[in-house]
């Protein structure tokens, strides 16, 4: 798939189906994260893997706003670095897992921001790291509407050169 492709169908999928994700797919969202820009090639990041249901119920009954964690067959639970640029250079290779994952016709969302010292706990992370989020992956469980958005119009959010100044 195309990136513009996955960035113009790509939505948020709270519902898997309860099928495996192939592990050359699981590597390669791993690999496009790992492969992301990031400022001055810093790579503060580490990215979990889980795939254990157990772990996974842990995982959704601790993030308030993704309790469908707990159905997917995958998370991988990305933690950062306490550095300027960490947020930033941890939400770009979150993206970049999405995009990845879509373009294979899995979907994903983001749950969570960093204030999760529970996940910490669960998974033994050192206290002096911070987890950014919590991305589940699966197959969607029912059809997604690709490309139907609810995004406002380019000419409210796109100016030239100042802003406010729309296109000539």
Known sequence: ??????????????????????????????EAARLTGSSMNGQPWHFIVVQDRAQLRKLGAL??????IAQALLAI????????????????????????????GIGSNWVGFVEMPEVNKIL???AALDVLAVVPFGYPAKAVGKG???RKALSEVVYWEKFGESAK
């Open 77 to 104: 639970v990305v933690v950062i670095d306490r550095t300027l640029y960490a947020v930033s250079d941890g939400s770009r290779a979150i993206q970049s897992m999405i995009l990845t994952a879509w373009s294979e």
């Open 1 to 30: 798939m195309d990136v513009c492709e996955a960035v113009r169908t790509g939505l948020a999928v709270r519902t898997f189906q309860d099928k495996p994700i192939p592990s050359e797919v699981v590597h390669k969202i791993i």
């Open 124 to 126: 033994d992370i050192p």
């Open 63 to 68: 993030a308030k706003t993704g309790p469908y």
């Open 148 to 150: 139907k958005k609810k």
